[in-house]
């Protein structure tokens, strides 16, 4: 079963989905109509509360998790009692993390202004392990770098000798 279908199920399980619709070719978008507000969880998009899930876009989320019991109450308090779910977005874990390591290396910080925030032509490499690709796995560890555990960014040019083999400019992140 695909991550988006379990997504969607979660989804529609939560909110107690009595309708949904389809949008136009551009993607999916669910409208969710709740049988009983006051059993409806608390709802987190991109780190800010939400009223509801209407207008979420599947294609869009990189992240869903779902907190419950004691564990929702302790992190969110009483709005939580229904239990929490937790949705990010892909672009606004892009977001997150080049801001952070655009405070850490002025380089960076040009690189993704000069590229209108597409990073797809950087090799990210973390404490000497090479990062690659865009996939949703690659945007989650770089999301869940903890700003404060990170020592060092910085760029390396592509072609820096001539007996160089890289092909992409590299991001070195060094953590402590």
Known sequence: MSKKLIYLI????????VSAQTANATGTVFRCAASNNSNEPLYILDNKIIASINNIAPDSILELSVL????????????????????????????????????????YKNYIRLNNSDDSGLLYVINGVPVDGKSDEVIRK???????????????????????????????????
């Open 68 to 107: 419950k019991d004691s564990s929702a109450t302790a992190a969110y308090g009483q709005n939580a009692i229904n239990g929490v779910v937790i949705i990010t977005y892909r672009k606004f874990a892009v977001n997150h993390y080049q801001s952070n390591f655009s405070k850490l290396s002025k380089k």
């Open 142 to 176: 770089l999301y869940e770098l903890n700003k404060n555990n990170i020592k060092s960014v910085n760029i390396i040019d592509k072609g820096i000798n001539e007996e160089s083999t890289i092909q992409k400019p590299l991001v070195i992140i060094v953590t402590k």
């Open 10 to 17: 979660v989804l529609l399980f939560l909110s107690k989905v």
